[in-house]
């Protein structure tokens, strides 16, 4: 088995060198909220705070030893071939770690049924704070569901923007507040 990885990396290696493979990662932005429209922003958000969370290296990427601690703190540890299993089920760029972007796939994979229910990404996503069957990946049930949410997702969006912003106003506005006491205090002092 380490003969074979051995090898698979000393083929890419090699196809790298003679220029059939780019070596490094591709120069494409990334931005979860278009890709995966299926989420919403605050579910984006709390699946990054996840990832943030068990990303212990702050390298923006969840290694073997990372997603390891990751499923002992969730009560479902793994054996390091099914961690190894978990990493290759996901990992588009084959770095034997997960990024932002592949662990988003582990929720779309799970809410579209497509990870084996004895696998340890199914467990993931069910023990992971994260309810993905709330949005659904494959879309409404019925022809007018599905057209009812076309017509409303650009609205939630913006929805989910104006919280946010009317959210950063209101702290400004107390962190205003908060410095006119502590300067009228202070006055009081001098």
């Keep these: 088995m380490a003969t074979d990885e051995l090898s698979s990396k000393l083929n890419r290696r090699l196809q ?107 467990v993931l996503a069910r023990l992971s704070e994260i309810d993905v069957s709330t949005e659904g990946v494959k879309g409404a049930k019925t022809f007018f569901e599905a057209k009812v949410l076309a017509i409303n997702e650009s609205n939630r969006f913006e929805e989910e923007i104006r919280q946010e912003q009317e959210a950063k106003k209101k702290q400004a506005e107390e962190q205003k507040q908060r410095r006119a006491a502590f300067k009228n205090l202070q006055s009081t002092f001098k």
């Design 16 to 122: 790298i060198e003679e220029g059939a493979e780019q070596a490094g990662p591709s120069m494409k932005v990334f931005n979860p909220y278009t890709e995966f429209k299926e989420f919403s922003r605050k579910q984006i958000k709390d699946m990054e705070k996840i990832f943030k969370t068990y990303d212990a290296g702050h390298d923006n990427f969840i290694d073997l030893m990372e997603l390891k601690l990751m499923m002992e703190k969730l009560g479902a540890p793994q054996t390091h071939l099914g961690l190894k299993n978990m990493i290759k089920e996901v990992d588009e760029d084959l770095d034997n770690k997960l990024s932002f972007r592949e662990f988003l796939l582990i929720f779309r994979k799970a809410a579209a049924g497509e990870l084996a229910e004895d696998s340890g990404l199914s």
